[in-house]
């Protein structure tokens, strides 16, 4: 039943991808507020001049 | 003794010559892969199958066959239902078991009953009463009309043992392991029309 | 007339190597009966009428008639097929029941190899050799043959025969009785019976899904686990290992992401004392500023002297540039006192306030903060000194220190990041758990009822 493991494996994959991005977005559903649009692609966010 | 292979006559040699003893029954045609000739081997030493006697009890029946070794020894091959016990005799008198006084005083023997051979267990498992209705080849004993009690004994690896006594003769005892075709390398078995013959290296 | 020399006869042609089947009339019904292994076969079943014959008799004697309705195998007698290295004749077939459920049994024959059993649950198949040794005892209860243990199964029943056809070595009859006792082994069972006198003992091989059904040309029985053989391995097992390998290494590298996000750090915090019931203070923290990219916010407010009282906080984090804010509030209180349990006391006096995403720039914290007295303290009046109870007298103001961190990590992620990664190995284990429940399971009930006897 390897194919069960691998789509785990994939899934697992995913859900580390998710919390680094989490992490370096400092997101998290449990916060009390704020989360102004999660920016996953950019690791700068609203560049004030 | 022999048997004629063409009139069934059984020929028994003793110390007077030779003396006709009468007509042995035919082998009736069984299915089974051993006949006269057949080779196998031993370890290192390899026999031929040169006589047969064939065993019949209330609920069936099984064969045993002479096996000549190489070195002039004989041995017996001992087939039923398809399993095969090379057996040597030994002497009765290295067996620690009741077994041994209860077939002399013909009594009963239960299965299960314990036997030590040369530091081994083994434990009877078949018990029959059996009588030959059957042979072919060359045999060391006068087999017409034989009766005889057998017991069978199993152990915890491959060896196995087999203690007879025939009416009015002495106790025997035999010892061996239980083998396979591929194991003795069997060649010169026979073929039958509908299966293949496996080729067993000698 | 010439006395002709006559030449010696040129050499018979050596005669074709016999068949092994030897057709018989049976004496009751007429019928073909094909005898298979001739010298050795010792009851014969007529499979046109049912009557037991004895094979050993010169003229086939009929020895019993048939008492039930005669039934075809699914693998219909004479079939052959190789099954694990060696080609099998089907020479004879019974069914047999301990009671509850019944299954059936191929008598297999094979001229150089002997014979085998190939036994039909219903479900899967097994292949059956009697053994030439005896087993010695291995484990705590158990049976060892050749450095295999096997585990005692259940407890030893008995065992009936209810239909025969075809031929078998020994004088096999419906009704005849066993005594059987398994052991098993993931894969392998030793199934012990005693009857009439002798005991065997007999290995099972159990055959892959479709092995034996694929070999006699029959249809694959479907896969399901809802009664798993005795010796059936969990198809789980492989699937579980698999499962916790890569959870773990999941759950180590949550970790280990995590632990590189750092720790929290201070980056403002300002001090205020609030009257008790008095005016609304507000607080202002200037110039928070916030490295590029988003952080996490922790605002802290520690007022731990309170008593019997509490403090409310409003937080608004606003953008200096572009006045957008993100509010929230927290609350800090204590309350305490006696009562006929003894003293107690509740509140969290340092409450903290988590901001998520908040992206980088300068940003001023308006902390407004309004304290108030808890007016329903305990009706006890202490033996000790007063000042300890708030009520009446006591503190008139409250300081309150207000802190802002950023970053560090979010427990609750962590969590439920594990929850997600473990949420399937623990599927699999209980699947597993199932089946071996199942698998160990005392045998009852009708439905699973021996099928393989069909009627064609």
Known sequence: MSRHSLIYGLFCLGVVMLSVFAIRDGYSPFASAGARGPMFFGSSGPTHK | MKVCDYCHSAVLRTDAGLQAVGTIAEVPDDVSPLQLGVRGRDGARGFELIGRVRWRYADGAWNEWLALFDDGSTGWLSESSGHYMLLRQIDPAIIRSPIVEQMRGNYDILPGTQATIDGLDYWANDVKTVSCVASEGELPFNSLGLSARSVDLMAADEHCASIQKAKGELVEAYAGRYVTLAQIGATGLRAFEDWPMPAYRA | ?456
């Open chain 3, 1 to 456: 007339m010439t006395d002709a020399v006559t030449s010696p006869a040129p050499p018979s042609p050596p005669a074709p190597p016999p068949s092994s089947v030897r057709p018989v009339n049976c004496p009751n019904c007429g019928g073909t009966v094909n005898i298979r292994v001739a010298g050795t076969t010792v009851n014969v079943i007529c499979e046109h009428c049912g009557s037991t014959l004895d094979a050993t008799s010169p003229d086939l004697q009929v020895i019993a008639k048939a008492d039930s309705a005669l039934r075809r195998p699914q693998i219909a007698l004479g079939s052959r097929a190789p099954l694990r290295g060696t080609t099998w004749e089907v020479v004879g077939y019974m069914e047999r029941t301990d009671t509850e459920v019944s299954w059936g049994e191929y008598l297999l024959f094979n001229p150089y190899e002997g014979y085998a059993f190939l036994v039909d649950d219903g479900r899967r198949f097994s292949l059956g050799r009697l053994l030439d040794r005896l087993p010695k005892s291995g484990g705590l209860y158990g049976l060892a043959v050749d450095d295999t243990n096997f585990s005692p199964f259940g407890v030893p029943y008995g065992v009936q025969v209810t239909f025969v056809v075809g031929e078998f070595y020994w004088r096999v009859a419906v009704g005849e009785a066993v005594r059987e006792t398994d052991y098993v082994t993931p894969g392998t069972m030793l199934a012990c019976e005693d009857g009439q006198g002798e005991r065997t003992w007999t290995r099972l091989d159990l055959l892959d899904w479709g092995e034996a059904e694929s070999a006699f040309g029959i249809p694959n029985r479907r896969r399901n686990y809802d009664r798993p053989a005795p010796h059936e391995p969990s198809p789980y097992k492989a699937r579980l290992f698999e499962a916790w390998v890569i959870g773990g290494i999941a759950a180590v590298t949550l970790f280990l992401v995590s632990g590189m996000a750092g720790s929290q750090q201070r980056i403002a915090s300002a001090n205020a004392d609030v009257v008790l019931d008095g005016a609304e203070k507000t607080l202002v923290i200037k110039d928070v500023v916030l490295p590029p990219g988003n952080s996490r916010v922790a605002i802290d407010a520690d007022a731990s002297t309170l008593d019997n009282s509490w403090v409310d906080l409003d937080y608004s984090l606003t953008d200096q540039k572009t006045q957008d804010s993100v509010d929230s509030y927290g609350t800090a209180e204590r309350y305490s006192g006696y009562d006929s349990d003894g003293s107690w006391s509740e509140g969290d006096p340092r409450p903290d306030v988590t901001l998520s995403s908040i992206p980088g720039g300068r940003y001023d914290l308006v902390v407004t903060l309004s304290a108030h007295k808890w007016t329903g303290a305990s009706s006890y009046t202490p033996t000790a000194s007063g000042d300890f109870f708030g009520g009446g007298g006591g503190q008139q103001s409250v300081p309150v220190t207000v802190t802002v961190d950023r970053g560090g990590i979010f427990g609750g992620n962590i969590l439920l990041g594990l929850l997600v990664i473990l949420a399937w190995p623990v599927i699999v284990l209980f699947q597993h758990l199932g089946f071996e429940k199942r698998r160990k399971a005392p045998i009852t009930g009708s439905d699973d009822d021996d099928d393989s006897g069909d009627d064609e």
